[in-house]
């Protein structure tokens, strides 16, 4: 939702992947920014309208992000996505940082504008991976923004580490950055920092975004 620079060129770059992309705004003069060749859909309306919506194929959606430039629009477009459409992987752009850990707190991730990319828009919508965010001069070790399958929620740290033979170096919790406790426990929308060897970041990937397993 929302065809300014930061949603055409998260179209733009959805696109290229391979995905199938919607475009909702309520002017059909936004749409101008789109490529030329853009082959999605372009719904003229408010993002949190469900008819709007049902045009831009919600019901099929994997991923959606508000990208409006109104907070509230973004907000309420978000949860309407999440809650009457059971889309699980939403993202909001929010201009007043404050409002921030209150929108974390109902489970909606957010960005706020003074540290806004178009990365960490698609970061939140596709998830089940891992991010590159630092690697150490010899490039053997890296720092990664690991996706974790929710069965992984109320798991010991300790235990995470020991299965993935990584090292937590810190948590997101509700935006705040967290240095992890002995004995904390993994909570639901806690985003994972994690120190690996270079070989293993694929077989640390593979193993957290899926279920763990039943001993």
């Keep these: 939702m929302g065809c300014g620079r930061v949603g055409a060129t998260l179209a733009a770059t ?22 030329p060749d853009f082959a999605g859909k372009k719904v003229t309306g408010l993002g949190f309208d469900r008819d709007t919506l049902g045009q831009a194929s919600i019901e099929d959606a994997y991923a959606f992000a508000a990208v409006s430039d109104g907070d509230n629009s973004n907000i309420l477009a978000a949860r309407v996505v999440r809650e009457t459409f059971g ?27 003074v540290r806004w990319t178009s990365d960490q828009v698609l970061r939140r919508m596709l998830p089940m991976g891992a991010t590159d965010e630092y690697r150490d001069e010899s490039g053997q070790i890296h720092l990664i923004r690991a996706d974790v399958h929710p069965g992984w929620v109320g798991t010991p740290l300790r235990t995470v580490e020991s299965a993935t033979g990584a090292r937590i170096a810190y948590l997101q919790r509700y935006g705040e950055g967290v240095l992890p406790p002995p004995d904390g426990v993994l909570q639901e929308n806690d985003v994972l920092h994690v120190l690996v060897r270079a070989a293993d ?15």
């Design 201 to 215: 970041t694929a077989a640390v990937e593979r193993i957290l975004t899926r279920a763990p397993e039943v001993s």
């Design 87 to 113: 889309v699980a992987n939403v993202v909001a752009r929010i201009y007043d940082p404050h409002r921030a850990e209150i929108y974390q707190r109902l489970g909606i991730p957010t960005v706020a504008t």
């Design 14 to 35: 959805l696109e290229a992947s391979g995905h199938s992309v919607a475009v909702i705004d309520q002017n059909p003069d936004s749409f101008r920014r789109l490529e």
